[in-house]
């Protein structure tokens, strides 16, 4: 909690509370209290294109949007700390080639939620059942499954971003909005609460478009 932020002399500024703004902190806690009063905050990372590139900023509500979604714990969990990080980082020095950043988001975090797909795939094994999380032969009955020209991209993109860091793959994609609609999919599949997220939209219009 942050008292004052109303005063003139307020020790924190508004800007530092946009998305996925770095900050160090020190707070005040108290003994049989849930609520934590900040004390203390200043950046150790600031992003100029966040707050001015159109599509730095779509990114980082995109990302915000899904990590909001998608963690429900509140214990530390320092490995995903340092991922987002890198990203945001990562974000402030990239200059071309930024259209499969979003996709490759959504498959790393798949493994620090614990729901990575199993990528089996063949040429036998040409429908991903959404719900199981594989590659199969034939169609499921009742599950949700996408088919096409898609299923081989998505394996493809499974396999060239299950490395840490971040590179532009050499895949032809007509359609990257396409990939990132299944992702979400694939999430609401296996992630309790997980609902609609809107700024796929804004990346549609300022990325993808």
């Known amino acids: 909690m942050v008292k004052g932020m109303s005063r003139k002399n307020s020790m924190l500024k508004p800007s530092q509370l946009q998305p996925l703004t770095l900050l160090e902190i020190i707070y005040e806690e108290k003994p049989h ?7 203390e905050a ?9 707050q001015n590139n159109v599509i730095i900023s779509g990114i980082i509500l995109f990302i915000t949007e899904v990590l909001n979604h998608s963690i429900k714990e509140e214990e ?5 700390f340092d991922f ?21 988001f959504l498959i790393r975090l798949s493994s620090f939620l614990g729901i990575t797909p199993l990528n089996n795939y063949t040429s036998e094994t040409i429908t991903f059942n959404m719900e199981e999380g594989k ?7 009742r599950n949700v499954y996408i088919t096409g ?7 493809l993109l499974i396999k060239a971003f299950s490395a840490s860091d971040y590179f532009v793959p050499n895949i032809q994609i007509s359609d990257k909005s396409v990939i990132i609609d299944i ?18 939209k804004i990346l549609k219009e300022i990325l993808y478009s």
Do not use: C, D, M
């Open 183 to 200: 992702l979400l999919q694939y999430y609401h599949q296996h992630l309790p609460g997980f609902s609609e997220i809107h700024t796929h």
């Open 84 to 104: 987002i990080e890198k990203i945001i980082i990562k974000l402030e020095t990239i200059e071309e080639n930024i259209a499969f950043l979003p996709i490759w």
């Open 42 to 50: 200043r950046n150790y990372f600031l992003s100029y294109k966040a």
């Open 33 to 39: 209290r849930q609520l934590y009063f900040l004390k």
């Open 76 to 80: 530390a969990n320092p490995q995903l």
């Open 135 to 141: 590659f199969q032969e034939s169609f499921p009955e």
């Open 149 to 155: 020209e898609n299923v081989e991209i998505l394996s």
